[in-house]
């Protein structure tokens, strides 16, 4: 089993980025993989209670990340980005982390896929 990270630090207004490595995270649950999807700088938007970017004609990846909620696989929003950002109400109660404690995290992973 490899430990796989996509990090998401794109803003969900801009590109449909977000979309598609969250499309990719739903894909890649039919391997025998641990997935950890990390949002930080612009991607926690796509995070934010406040997020909709259907009204820019943009895809939707609520049903990606709650896909992912729902077969346990872990979803992290790096502190600093949400303070910085000034974001407080966050959907799908992701685990909180440090930038500190999230490279910790990365570096013990086997794959790292930047968005």
Do not use: Q
């Not at 709650?66 to 992290?76: A, G, H, P, Q, V």
């Amino acid at each position: 089993m490899k430990n796989l990270f996509v990090v998401i630090r794109v803003n969900p207004f801009t590109t449909i980025k977000n979309f598609e490595a969250l499309r990719m995270c739903v894909g890649m649950t039919t391997s025998d993989n641990s997935i950890k999807v990390v949002f930080i700088e612009d991607g926690v938007y796509a995070i934010s209670s406040s997020s909709d970017t259907g009204v820019l004609n943009l895809p939707d990846a609520d049903k990606h990340i709650s896909t992912l909620k729902e077969m346990d696989f872990d979803i992290i929003a790096e502190k600093e980005s949400l303070e910085e950002r000034g974001i407080k109400d966050i959907k799908y109660d992701p685990l909180i982390k440090s930038r500190d404690e999230i490279a910790d995290l990365i570096t013990h992973g086997d794959i790292v896929i930047n968005w």
